[in-house]
């Protein structure tokens, strides 16, 4: 377990936990308001995305972490490798920009995420949006569609980690074309 904490209001908050075995990230922005803490939601997993008896994980050679510039390398065991920096954490928003290097094995996503899902009102993640102006629809009605940003959260409120963040996917750039995403 790699874990990222950050001084605010005078004291330790931990916004990120990474789980080098499989790949997981999870993010979470500071307590806004009066709140003591907020929850992690869904995990993010970012390199090329395999799967092993229905579990989704990412394969990784080797992490490196750069506290000047808040990034990490992942090395993936298949080759290539990608660079996450942590751009911004407030109470708003914990930011990631993602660049990837190298050769991506193709067939297979890129990115996933995992959330915990039971019903509309017992969700990490329930509602998706992948245009602009678009209702959102519920999630496991989303199979796949080349896109260029993609929303994720919960328009009701949940049960289950009600402070748990909506996660925002933007400004994927692949040889000029649109960034192709499946509900795994």
């Given at each position: 377990l ?55 994980y ?20 298949d ?24 050769a ?15 019903d ?42 009600n ?6 996917f933007s ?14």
């Amino acid at each position: 377990l790699v874990q990222v904490w950050i001084s605010s209001k005078g004291k330790g908050e931990q916004i990120m936990a990474f789980y080098p075995a499989d790949g997981y990230w999870r993010l979470r922005p500071l307590p806004y308001g009066k709140m003591r803490l907020t929850s992690y939601g869904s995990s993010v997993l970012i390199g090329p995305v395999e799967n092993d008896a229905g579990r989704p994980y990412v394969a990784i050679k080797e992490i490196r972490f750069d506290p000047p510039t808040r990034s990490f390398r992942l090395d993936f065991v298949d080759g290539g490798w990608a660079r996450l920096t942590l751009r911004k954490v407030d109470a708003h928003e914990c930011t990631l920009a993602v660049a990837f290097a190298g050769a991506l094995p193709t067939g297979r996503p890129f990115a996933a995420v995992r959330s915990m899902f039971v019903d509309e009102n017992y969700a990490d993640v329930a509602r998706i949006v992948w245009k602009k102006d678009q209702p959102a629809e519920p999630v496991l009605a989303f199979k796949s569609r080349r896109v260029s940003s993609l929303w994720m959260g919960r328009t009701t409120e949940s049960m289950h980690n009600n402070t748990a963040p909506d996660h925002l996917f933007s400004d994927f750039f692949f040889k000029r074309r649109r960034a192709s995403v499946a509900n795994l």
